[in-house]
C-alpha cells in the first residue's frame, strides 16, 4: 500500500508545564511511509528526540483505536485531524502529502489547562460526571433486567448518546469551547431510559451547574462539536438536555 | 422556585433560553413591521400606508406592545454582551490555526458581529423615522419638517409615506439600509433554528422543517424589507 | 504445598458460594467506617470493586494511570458479555456457561472458581441494566442475544460493538457517583510503583503523581490490585500502550505468587503489521468470522493480489482442516493455522504474515437473497453485488470502515488481510477462591489474576469476569480478611515500612536515570517483544524457549547498561514511565518463558510443537499437567515453582476436537 515516503514539517506546541508559556517548535521529519498512524509518526519524531537527548513531546494517547478518548491534539485547526468520525490516533498518514506543513495544537479551553505539551487537564469532565451522570443503584439491589421493558428506539438513542467517548472534541472544536454536547450526551444516555427518569431533574440540574462552574462557554448553536465529534453524537442530544433543563426548573 | 428561576436564568442554558425568547419575539414583529410597510404596494400615493400607520402610532395596546419591544431588543443586546463576555474568557489562549469553516457556517459564528451592524443600522433606522414619529406626536412643535398630514387622520400630525420617500430619495441610506438587511438575513438564518433548539426543540421528523421554514422567512423578510428602499428610491411606487 | 491455599469451600459445587456467602465473616457497619481500601486499576474490575466497597461504606482509595476512570483498556472490548440467562429459551442454563468455559479453558481452570462466576454472571447483567447500560434489544424491548465464539446457545449480550466501553461506562458512573458522595478519593494520573508491607500484611502502596512526578505513600486495610493483563510484554498487541504489569510484578517480588505466567491468548482475526513504526495492533471482531471465508493461495509465495487469484487456486486450509467448524473454529486453533501457512511461505500481503479474510462468497450469497425478497427475477452480477454489500454493511459496517480506515483498502472490494496477535493473557497473580493473593490482604480482581479462564478464555468471558469479581464477589469475600482487621487503626505514612518503600521506589528511578546509555526504552521494549513473538508466541519449543531466556537475560542486562531517559524525574515524564514498565516486562517475559518450557504439553493458547497429534493438533498431557504452575520470586530472578492440584468433580477432561 505504500505509496513511497514522506517529509513533513511539523510545527508542535510545545510548553513545559502550565505555569509557563509556550510555543509552536518546528521539526522536520523524514521518510514518513504513509501506513502509518499519526501518533506513530509521533513516535518516530520523538525516537529522533531522544536520540539528540532532548525531550520527547508528550501527549496523550492510550488504546490507539479510537475508544478511549485519551488523544487530544488539533492538527492544523481541526480537533482529531482533517477527517471526520475519527480521534487522533486513527488518523494516518495517507491523509498527508509529501510537502505538507502540519501544525499541532492541544486542546484550548479555560477548562482544559495545558499539563504540558500537548497533554492537557480534562479533571473538569470527571468532576461533571460526579454531579449526576450516574443512575443511584447500588450493587446487588437491581431487578431481572427482562423486568423493565424499553423500546428498541429508545435503547439504541440512549446508546447513540453514551458512544461519546469523553475526548473534549467538541470542547476544543467549539467557538465558544462549551462542553454542551458532552454534558448533553450524558444527560440524555440516562434521560432516554426509564430507568434514569427517577433523578432526571437533579441530574441535568447539578450537571449544568457543574459544567457552568467549571468555566465552559456556552452553546452558541453552531454545531461544530457535532461535526467533529469522533463518535458523531447528534445535537439533538443538546436539544435534549436543554428540555430537561427547562422542564426541571419549572417543576421544582 | 424563585431560587430556582434565579439560578435558571443565571446559568448558561438560561441565558440562552432568553436568546431564543427574545429573538423569537422580534421575528414576529418582524412580520408586523414587514406587512406594515408593504401596505406602500397599494401605490395608493401611502393612503393604506399612513392608515395602518397611524393604527400603529395610537393605539394603546400598540404603544404597551412597543414598550415591550424595546425592553426585548435591550435584553437580547445585554444577554449577548454577558454571553460573550462569558465565552470569550472559556479560551484565553486562542488556537494558532484554525479550520472552522468545515464545520459550521460563517454566520452561525459571527451572531455578534452581525448583531452589532444590526444595533447600528438601528441606530440609523430609528434615527430615521422612530424619532420623527415620535417628535411628530409628543414633541413640542410637533412638527417636523417633510411631514405632510392629510385630513381626516385624528392624532397623526403628519404624512409617513411622505417621510418614506424622502428618507429613500438618499442613495447612501437605501445603501446603508440594504447593507443592513443583509447582516439581518444571516442574523435571521442561524438565529430563527438556533432559537428552537435552545428551547429543546429538535427532531428528526421537524427540524428540516424548521430550519426550512427559517430559511424561507429569513428571505422573503429581508427582500420584501429590501425592495421597498429600491421601489421608492427609484420611483415605482407612487 | 504448604504454601498453596485455594480455599475452596467445602461442599458440592453448586452449593459452595450460596454457603460461602451465608457463613462468611461480616464487618459491622460502623467499622467500615474506619477500614480503607486501595483499589489499584479502574477497568470494569477496579471500578466496580471500588464502587461496591464504597457503597458498602468502606473508605476507597483508587489509582489509576489515565486521565479518567473510564479510559481504562476494558474499555476496547468489543463483542460482548455472557450470562447464563437462558433468555432466548435455548437450555442455557448456570452449569452450561460454566461447562464450557472450564471446556474452553482446555481443563486448566478451578471448578469452584469457574461455577462461581457463572452463577454470578446473571446479576451482572441485571446490575448493568439497571444502572442504565444500552445493551442491544429487540423490537419488545426485551434484551438481545447473540451467539459468540462458537458457542451453541445465544447468551451474549453486547452493545453493538462496544460492550466494553458500555459496560465500563457503567461501572465508571457507579463510581463517579461514590466520588461526587465523597466515599471514593480517585487519583487519575498515578501509577502504582510498589506495594508497602507490614508484618507480612499489605497495607499500602507508593504511587507516582505522573503530573509532578512526586512519590506518595498511601496506606490501606487492604490492596486490590484490578491492573489488567501482560500482553505488552510482546511490545505489539491489541492492549493499549499504557498496559503494564508493574503492580502485578511489584506485588510478585513482595510475596504474590505468579499463576500460568505463560497462558496467552492470540486472537486470529487482527490487521496485520504494516512496518517497523507499528505501535499496537487492532482487533477485528471476532463475529467477522461468521461471513468470512480464510484462505491463503495455493501456490506458494504467490505476489497477486487477492483478487486476481482464482477460486481453484485458494486454499480455504480452516475449511479444508476442520470440516465440521470451518471458520469457526476457536481462537486459538485459528490463530495457529494461520502461522502454520504463513511459516510455509503461503502468506499474502507486503510482508507476507497475513492471510486473507474474504467476503465475496458472503456478498454474493446475501445478495442473491436480498434479490429473492425483493422479488428480483435473474438479477443482474452487478445487482447482486450491491444488495450483498448493503447487508454486510448493515451487519459490519463499522468494522469494515476501520479496516479501511488503518489499511487504506477497501474490504467490499478486495479481501481483508488479518494475522493473529497477542490478546489477552489468562495468567496473572495466583489468588485463593477470595481473590487474595499469596500476600496477606492483597487482592487481585479480573484480568491481572490468573483465576477463571484456564489455558484459554472464550469469547465474552473477559467483560463476566471483570465485573463478577468487582461487583460480586470481592464485596463477600474481602470481609473474611477485614472482619480479623477492625482493630487496626490507620497506619501513618511516616512508619518506617513506608519510608524504606519509597527509598527503593526512589532509588530504582535514579538508576535508570543514571545509566545514561545510548538507547531508547522502545528500542528495548521492540526487541524484547520480538523474541517473545518468535519463540513464546503461538508456537513454542524447548529449544527456541531456552534461547529465548538467554536473550532476555541479556537484553536485560543490556537494558541495565545503555538505557537512555530523558528527562527529569520529578516532571511529567512518559519515557521514565516506559523505562519503569519495560524493566518489569523484562523480568516477567523471562519467567513466562521458563513457564512455558516447564509445561511440556500444549494446552488452550499455549502450543507446545513436541507435544501434538499426528494431525498437528494440541496434544494435553493430564496425567502431569493438570495443575497451576504457581511461581514464587525468590530474588535475582529466580523462582521457585508451586503446584496447585487441579480437581475435577465434576466435568471430565476430554480432548477437544473440531474435525
Known amino acids: 500500500m505504500s505509496h513511497g515516503n514522506m517529509n513533513l514539517t511539523l510545527k508542535i506546541w510545545r510548553q513545559n508545564s502550565g505555569s509557563e508559556p509556550g510555543q509552536l517548535v518546528t521539526y522536520p521529519v523524514k521518510d514518513i511511509s504513509p501506513d502509518m498512524s499519526f501518533l506513530e509518526m509521533f513516535d518516530v519524531l520523538n525516537e529522533q528526540l531522544v536520540a539528540k537527548n532532548e525531550s520527547p513531546i508528550v501527549f496523550d494517547h492510550d488504546c490507539r483505536e479510537g475508544i478511549c478518548g485519551m488523544c487530544s491534539m488539533v492538527i492544523n485547526g481541526r480537533a482529531h485531524g482533517p477527517k471526520t468520525g475519527i480521534t487522533t490516533c486513527q488518523l494516518h498518514m495517507r491523509s498527508f502529502k509529501d510537502g505538507d506543513t502540519i501544525v499541532v495544537e492541544p486542546w484550548r479551553a479555560q477548562a482544559f489547562p495545558v499539563i504540558k505539551d500537548l497533554t492537557v487537564d480534562r479533571s473538569s469532565f470527571e468532576r461533571i460526571q460526579a454531579k449526576g451522570g450516574f443512575i443511584s443503584v447500588n450493587t446487588g439491589t437491581a431487578q431481572d433486567a427482562n423486568c423493565l421493558p424499553i423500546p428498541k428506539d429508545d435503547a439504541d438513542a440512549s446508546f447513540n448518546a453514551a458512544a461519546c467517548i469523553g475526548c473534549g472534541a467538541c470542547v476544543a472544536t467549539c467557538k465558544n469551547a462549551s462542553a454542551m454536547l458532552f454534558v448533553a450526551a450524558k444527560v440524555s444516555q440516562f434521560a432516554l431510559l426509564p430507568q434514569g427518569k427517577v433523578e432526571a431533574t437533579t441530574r441535568v440540574k447539578n450537571m449544568v451547574a457543574q459544567m457552568d462552574a467549571e468555566g465552559f462557554g456556552s452553546c452558541t448553536n453552531t454545531s461544530a462539536c457535532e461535526v467533529e465529534c469522533p463518535k458523531g453524537i447528534s445535537l439533538e442530544n443538546i436539544a435534549r438536555m436543554n428540555r430537561e433543563y427547562l422542564v426541571a426548573n419549572c417543576v421544582d | 422556585m424563585s431560587n430556582s428561576s434565579s439560578s435558571f436564568l443565571k446559568s448558561s442554558l438560561g441565558k440562552k433560553f432568553i436568546m431564543g425568547f427574545t429573538g423569537l419575539f422580534l421575528i414576529s414583529f418582524l412580520v408586523v413591521h414587514v406587512c406594515i410597510n408593504a401596505c406602500i404596494y397599494f401605490n395608493d400615493n401611502g393612503e393604506t400606508f399612513n392608515m395602518a400607520a397611524g393604527f400603529m402610532a395610537n393605539n394603546i395596546i400598540i404603544k ?66 422612530w424619532v420623527p414619529t415620535k417628535l411628530a406626536l409628543y414633541g413640542e412643535n410637533a412638527k417636523f419638517v417633510g411631514y405632510n398630514v392629510p385630513d381626516g387622520f385624528a392624532g397623526m400630525k403628519e404624512n409617513p409615506f411622505e417621510a418614506l420617500k424622502t428618507v429613500f430619495a438618499n442613495p447612501i441610506i437605501v445603501t446603508v439600509y440594504l447593507l443592513g438587511l443583509v447582516s439581518l438575513f444571516y442574523h435571521l438564518l442561524h438565529g430563527f433554528q438556533s432559537a428552537f433548539q435552545s428551547f429543546g426543540l429538535n427532531h428528526k421528523n421537524y427540524t428540516p422543517f424548521i430550519k426550512s421554514l427559517g430559511f424561507w422567512y429569513s428571505l422573503l423578510i429581508c427582500l420584501l424589507f429590501a425592495s421597498m428602499p429600491i421601489t421608492l428610491f427609484l420611483g415605482l411606487i407612487k | 504445598m504448604s504454601k498453596l491455599d485455594s480455599k475452596i469451600p467445602e461442599g458440592n459445587l453448586e452449593q459452595k458460594w450460596t454457603k460461602y456467602k451465608s457463613s462468611v465473616a461480616l464487618v459491622n457497619p460502623s467499622n467500615k467506617r474506619n477500614l480503607e481500601i486501595i483499589v489499584v486499576g479502574s477497568g470494569l474490575a477496579g471500578a466496580s470493586a471500588a464502587a461496591s466497597l464504597a457503597e458498602l461504606g468502606y473508605k476507597v482509595k483508587v489509582f489509576c494511570y489515565q486521565d479518567s476512570a473510564r479510559r481504562a483498556h476494558s474499555i476496547a472490548a468489543q463483542g460482548g458479555i455472557n450470562a447464563a440467562k437462558n433468555y432466548q429459551n435455548d437450555g442455557d442454563s448456570v452449569y452450561r456457561l460454566f461447562y464450557d468455559t472450564v471446556k474452553g479453558g482446555d481443563y486448566r481452570a478451578r471448578e469452584a472458581n469457574v461455577y462461581r462466576l457463572a452463577e454470578v454472571s446473571n446479576n451482572i447483567i441485571d446490575q448493568c441494566v439497571a444502572q442504565g447500560v444500552p445493551l442491544a434489544r429487540e423490537y419488545g424491548g426485551m434484551l438481545s442475544n447473540r451467539s459468540f465464539g462458537g458457542t451453541q446457545v445465544q447468551r451474549t449480550f453486547y452493545a453493538a460493538g462496544q460492550t466494553g466501553q458500555q459496560l465500563l461506562l457503567g461501572a465508571y458512573s457507579a463510581l463517579q457517583r461514590q466520588i461526587g458522595l465523597g466515599t471514593v478519593d480517585m487519583f487519575t494520573r498515578h501509577e502504582m510503583l510498589d506495594i508497602v508491607k507490614i508484618d507480612d500484611k499489605a497495607r499500602g502502596i507508593i504511587a507516582r503523581d505522573m503530573v509532578t512526578g512526586k512519590l506518595e505513600r498511601h496506606f490501606g486495610h487492604a490492596v486490590l490490585l484490578c491492573t489488567g493483563g501482560y500482553g505488552n510484554v510482546f511490545y505489539l498487541s491489541t492492549n493499549a500502550m499504557g498496559c503494564n504489569a508493574t503492580a502485578a510484578w511489584k506485588a510478585h517480588k513482595k510475596g504474590a505468587f505468579f499463576g500460568n505466567p505463560c497462558f496467552t491468548q492470540i486472537h486470529p482475526t487482527c490487521v496485520p503489521v504494516s512496518g517497523d513504526h507499528q505501535s499496537k495492533l487492532t482487533l477485528m471482531s471476532e463475529s467477522l468470522r461468521n461471513d468470512g471465508r480464510i484462505w491463503v493461495p495455493k501456490k506458494q509465495g504467490d505476489t497477486r493480489k487477492g483478487n486476481e487469484i482464482p477460486e481453484e487456486e485458494r486454499d480455504y486450509y480452516l475449511e479444508r482442516r476442520y470440516p465440521a467448524f470451518g471458520n469457526l473454529v476457536p481462537r486459538d486453533v485459528a490463530s495457529r493455522a494461520a502461522k502454520e501457512r504463513c511459516d510455509e511461505g503461503y502468506g499474502v500481503g507486503a510482508s507476507k504474515m497475513a492471510v486473507f479474510l474474504d467476503f465475496k462468497a458472503a456478498i454474493e450469497r446475501f445478495g442473491k437473497t436480498q434479490a429473492k425478497k425483493m422479488s428480483i427475477d435473474n438479477p443482474s452480477p452487478q445487482q447482486i453485488k450491491e444488495f450483498g454489500k448493503q447487508v454486510i454493511e448493515e451487519k459490519y459496517g463499522n468494522l469494515f470502515a476501520m479496516y479501511e480506515q488503518i489499511t487504506g483498502e477497501n474490504p467490499y472490494e478486495v479481501p481483508m488481510r488479518i494475522y493473529p496477535a497477542v490478546h489477552y493473557t489468562m495468567g496473572g497473580l495466583w489468588v485463593d477462591y477470595n481473590l487474595m493473593t499469596t500476600v496477606q490482604g492483597l487482592y487481585c480482581l479480573g484480568e491481572a489474576n490468573f483465576s477463571d479462564h484456564g489455558a484459554n478464555r472464550l469469547g465474552a468471558s473477559a467483560l463476566m469476569q471483570g465485573l463478577a469479581d468487582g461487583y460480586f464477589v470481592i464485596p463477600y469475600t474481602i470481609g473474611a480478611y477485614l472482619s480479623k482487621e477492625i482493630a487496626v487503626k490507620p497506619i501513618p505514612t511516616t512508619h518506617e515500612a513506608f519510608a524504606a518503600t519509597e527509598k527503593e521506589v526512589q532509588e530504582r528511578i535514579d538508576k535508570l536515570f543514571a545509566i545514561k546509555g545510548t538507547k531508547s526504552v522502545d528500542h528495548f521494549h521492540k526487541k524484547l517483544g520480538k523474541i517473545m513473538w518468535d519463540k513464546c508466541g503461538m508456537a513454542r519449543e524447548e529449544k527456541g524457549l531456552r534461547e529465548a531466556i538467554q536473550e532476555i537475560r541479556a537484553l536485560r542486562e543490556e537494558f541495565w547498561k545503555d538505557l537512555r531517559v530523558t528527562g527529569k524525574p520529578n516532571e511529567m515524564n512518559p519515557e521514565l514511565e516506559k523505562a519503569c514498565r519495560v524493566a518489569d516486562f523484562l523480568e516477567l517475559g523471562e519467567l513466562m518463558c521458563m513457564d512455558a518450557l516447564n509445561r511440556s504439553e500444549s494446552c488452550g493458547g499455549h502450543f507446545r510443537v513436541e507435544s501434538q497429534t499426528e494431525e498437528g493438533e494440541a496434544k494435553r498431557n493430564d496425567d502431569n499437567f493438570s495443575y497451576v504452575a504457581t511461581w514464587e520470586n525468590k530474588g535475582n530472578n529466580t523462582y521457585e515453582l508451586h503446584k496447585e492440584d487441579l480437581i475435577f468433580d465434576v466435568v471430565h477432561p476430554s480432548q477437544r476436537s473440531y474435525k
Not at chain 2, 74 to 91: D, E, G, Y
Not at chain 2, 106 to 111: A, E, G, K, L, P
Open chain 2, 64 to 129: 404597551v406592545v412597543e414598550v415591550g419591544l424595546f425592553l426585548g431588543i435591550i435584553a437580547h443586546i445585554v444577554q449577548a454582551l454577558v454571553i460573550s463576555m462569558h465565552n470569550s474568557k472559556a479560551r484565553p489562549q486562542k488556537y494558532a490555526v484554525q479550520n472552522q469553516a468545515v464545520s459550521s457556517k460563517w454566520y452561525s459564528r459571527s451572531m455578534g458581529l452581525l448583531g452589532t451592524l444590526l444595533l447600528m443600522f438601528l441606530i440609523v433606522h430609528l434615527a430615521n423615522f
